[in-house]
C-alpha cells in the first residue's frame, strides 16, 4: 500500500523534476542526447497532472462515502426504533392468529443483512397497511394508527434510499482508488526511468540532480509503511463497513 505521505512526495519531485528539466537551460541541454526533449517532458507533466488529478478526485470520492454512511446511519438510528415498536405490538396483536404472521414476516427470525431487514420491513408495513382487520386491532388496542405505521414506512424507505447512495459512493470510491494507483504507478515509473537517465546525461555534473530534487524513490515507494492519518482513514473503512 503506498500512503499519502508518499503519493504527495511523489507528486511534488515529479513537478519540481520535469518542471526543472524543462526551464533550467544546464539540464535541459545534456538531456537532449537521451530524447527527453520538450515534448518528452511536456507528456511527463501530462502524467504529473493526470495523477494529481485521480489523487484528488479519490480523496473527494472517499468523503462523499464517508458522508453516505454517515446518512445511512443517521436513517436507520431513526427507523430501527419506530419499526421494533410496531412491530412489537402487531406481534402481540397476532399472539391468537398464527396464521396471519407469516403474511407480515412475524413468524421468522430478524435477518442481520441490511438488506435482508430492509425486505422484512416492507413486507410487514405493506401487508399491515392493506389489511384492514390489523389496522383496527392496532389501532383500538394499542393506538398504532394507520398513519403512525404509513410514518414507518417512510423512514424504511428512507434507509433504502440512504443505502442505495451508499453503494453508489462505494463503488465510486472503489474506482476513483483503482483510477488513482493506477496513474500513480505510471507517473512512478516515468519518474524513476526519467532519473535514471540523469543520473548519466548529468555525470559531468552530479551536483544539478539537486536542482531536480533526485532522490531514491523505489524503496520509499514499495514500503508499506503507513502513517498516522492512513491508519485513521483505514480504521475508518473497516467501521463502515461492519456497519452496513
Known sequence: MITKKTMEKILGIAELAFTT??????????LLAYNYDEARLDQCLDLHKKAKEDYQKQKKERSEQFQATAELEKALDEANPVYIEHISLARLALKDKSRKKPKFS????????????????EVFYDNVLADEEIL?????????TKEKLAAGKQLVIKVKQANKSRQK???????????RDKSFKVLYDALSEFFQV??????????????????????????????????EDKEKENETEKKS
Open 21 to 30: 528539466a524543462k526551464l533550467d537551460e544546464e539540464i535541459k541541454t545534456p
Open 106 to 121: 412475524l413468524a421468522e427470525s430478524r435477518r442481520k443483512d441490511i438488506y435482508g431487514r430492509l425486505e422484512q420491513a
Open 136 to 144: 383496527n386491532e392496532l389501532a383500538t388496542r394499542f393506538g398504532l
Open 169 to 179: 459512493e462505494k463503488s465510486e470510491s472503489q474506482q476513483a482508488t483503482l483510477d
Open 198 to 231: 540523469c543520473q548519466f546525461a548529468l555525470a559531468a555534473r552530479p551536483q544539478l540532480l539537486e536542482r531536480l530534487g533526485y532522490l531514491k524513490l523505489s524503496e520509499g515507494y514499495r514500503r508499506q509503511v503507513e502513517d498516522k492519518e492512513d491508519k
